[in-house]
């Protein structure tokens, strides 16, 4: 049977690295969901977050393990396999060429090199200095033959003959569907929970001290589906080093095992948007950005808040977004009908007062419920208006500043210390099933 594997990666666990112990298996990619959600469950988690990469390896394909690093998605890795793959050997060697003659530095650049494959041209079997001066000679009209930037592989001479294009930016959701392999497990939520809890939940809940600042009510997930309650509430914007303190009284076992029953903020109906699965990084953000909007002497936060009274949210980045496109609306304060409306704009127009009647007679006659298509809204605050459709800014965790991180995970990797780790786990493995074979074969493949 055919082999597909284009390199391994050792999937593990990243919070039990962050204890100190490397726990993982080697993963032929690219791969399957299916397999990925047995790795999932060999690891004891669900939270993709929860898991990266620790090392890469392959004998065919030595040269790609260079771009591929540690906390690379695994949707954009096995992406990425997939690929290469579907190249064949010629193409691939010259991918691996393009990719080192443009010094590149991570799996997106990558991904599009193999995109933008058509933008360049290969000279087979022209492998040096000499041989292609010989060929620029006998081709002087040749593109070769003209000024670019170029280099050798072991099939001929590389060199770009078209505008490169960026198709791909890192946003996992333009990775096809059926080449994804992060698995999909039900998320936690409050309503899953037996009725006694949830009746607990909001007892304790509604006990919390009000304050002018923002609060969230952070908890112990696995505690929760056992039916204790412990969690605490947390005021942000807030460090690190809060957070760390806060996940040793609520006794997680895990940073990935906490939950946000529910936040306290002077942004009428925030907390009926906010979902228990919320990152903390993108809620510290949020605080931080809500914070900022009472230093403002217009009425930019008026603005936020209608929004997010008319505006569906799929998930708490739509509402940062909410937040850094505010300057798409504009809010006419304290106007709730169309007599209203239209009373205010004829004094912003300062139209003749012998127009009003006739003016306050049409309006009088228009339906108050405007549709959203109208890119008009009705709010508690008064009437919104659409200006311009608003940008996407955030679709991840990732996406927010690193200034306001403040999830207590590391994000470094010492590549020594790995490799110790992976060959250990291999030995412990391979001693528990063949205990009197050697480990050198192991160390020597960890090296390569």
């Known amino acids: 049977m055919q082999d597909h594997k284009v390199f391994q990666g050792f999937v593990a666990n990243l919070s039990s690295y962050q204890k100190g112990k490397l726990q993982g298996e080697w993963v032929d990619f690219p791969t399957t969901q299916k397999r990925m959600a047995q790795v999932f469950s060999n690891l004891d988690t669900k939270d993709q977050d929860n898991v990266f990469i620790a090392e890469y390896k392959s004998k065919e394909n030595q040269g790609l393990v260079a771009y ?4 690379t998605k695994l949707d954009e890795v096995n992406f990425f396999a997939n690929m290469i793959r579907n190249l064949n050997e010629n193409t691939r060697q010259v991918a691996l060429t393009i990719m080192d003659l443009e010094g590149l530095e991570d799996i997106n650049q990558c991904i599009n090199v193999i995109y933008n494959l058509d933008k360049y041209a290969l000279i087979p079997e022209v492998t040096t200095s000499k041989q292609l001066a010989a060929y620029k000679k006998i081709h002087p009209d040749s593109p070769s033959a003209k000024k670019h930037v170029g280099d ?10 078209g505008k490169i294009e960026i198709i791909y930016d890192g946003n996992v959701n333009r990775i096809p569907k059926k080449l994804k392999i992060v698995p999909m497990f039900e998320p936690f939520r409050q309503n899953n929970l037996p009725k006694e809890i949830q009746a607990r939940i909001k007892d304790t809940l509604s006990h919390v001290e009000e304050k002018d600042e923002f609060q969230a009510y952070i908890a112990n997930k696995n505690a929760l589906q056992l039916g204790e309650i412990k969690g605490e509430w947390v005021a942000f914007p807030t460090d690190m080093e ?16 906490y939950v946000c029953l529910g936040v306290q903020s002077d942004v009428k109906g925030l907390n009926e948007r906010i979902d228990e699965t919320i990152h903390l990084d993108v809620l510290n953000y949020m605080a931080e950005e809500i914070e900022s909007l009472a230093y403002r002497n217009d009425e930019t936060f008026e603005i936020f808040e209608s929004c997010v009274e008319v505006f569906d949210t799929a998930n708490s980045y739509d509402i940062l977004n909410m937040l850094e496109n505010t300057d798409c609306y504009r809010l006419a304060q304290n106007q709730h009908t169309m007599q209203d409306v239209a009373n205010k704009y004829m004094g912003d127009l300062k139209l003749p007062k ?3 009647k006739h003016i306050h007679i049409d309006i009088q006659g228009a339906n108050d419920e405007v549709k959203p298509s109208e890119a008009a809204y009705f709010t508690k605050n008064g009437f919104l208006e659409r200006l311009r459709l608003p940008t996407q800014y955030y679709t991840s965790h990732e996406d927010v500043p690193e200034s306001s991180r403040i999830f ?3 994000k470094e990797i010492n590549k020594e210390d790995v490799k110790k780790s992976i060959v250990a786990t291999l030995e412990n493995a391979k001693s528990n099933k063949e205990p009197t074979k050697s480990s050198k074969s192991v160390k020597r493949d960890v090296e390569r």
């Open 152 to 161: 050798f592989c072991d099939i001929g001479y590389v060199y770009q003959i």
């Open 242 to 257: 809060t957070i760390q303190v806060v996940f040793e009284r609520i006794e997680l076992s895990s940073p990935f095992d």
């Open 68 to 71: 591929l690093k540690p906390f």
């Open 354 to 356: 012998a127009l009003s």
């Open 408 to 410: 207590p995970v590391l």
